[in-house]
Nanobody, 124 residues
Framework: QVQLVESGGGLVQAGGSLRLSCAAS????????MGWYRQAPGNQRELVALITGDNATDYADSLKGRFTISRADAKNTVYLQMNSLKPEDTAVYYC??????????????????WGQGTQVTVSS
């Protein structure tokens, strides 16, 4: 069973920084991608950033230059460095991983996993 555990959220003033972490555990064979999504009240969940198994990255256009995603393979951990935070960045941030595990029958299976979410609140 794969688990994603997020940490690093909290309350910060506008212009400040936070770093989110997401640690994956379980019998993971390999990653296709890991990423961060966010959902503000009344809004749909949206992509923030992702990083592929080949270390290619992708960002929401509005966040380029302020947010940086990175990964520590040895720790099965992905990070999101968020700088110059704005009140509109306030949301619950969710970690996502698309990865491969081995089923009970021995087959390799790809699936999506989500963390429980961490609240980020930016005050003006």
């Amino acid at each position: 069973q794969v688990q994603l555990v997020e940490s690093g959220g909290g309350l910060v003033q506008a212009g400040g920084s936070l770093r989110l972490s997401c640690a994956a555990s379980g019998s993971i064979l390999r990653y296709d991608a890991m990423g961060w999504y966010r959902q503000a009240p009344g809004n749909q969940r949206e992509l923030v950033a992702l990083i592929t198994g080949d270390n290619a990255t992708d960002y929401a256009d509005s966040l380029k230059g302020r947010f940086t995603i990175s990964r520590a393979d040895a720790k099965n951990t992905v990070y999101l460095q968020m700088n110059s935070l704005k009140p509109e960045d306030t949301a619950v941030y969710y970690c996502n991983a698309r990865l491969w595990t081995r089923s009970g029958s021995g087959a390799q299976v790809r699936d999506d996993y989500w963390g429980q979410g961490t609240q980020v609140t930016v005050s003006s």
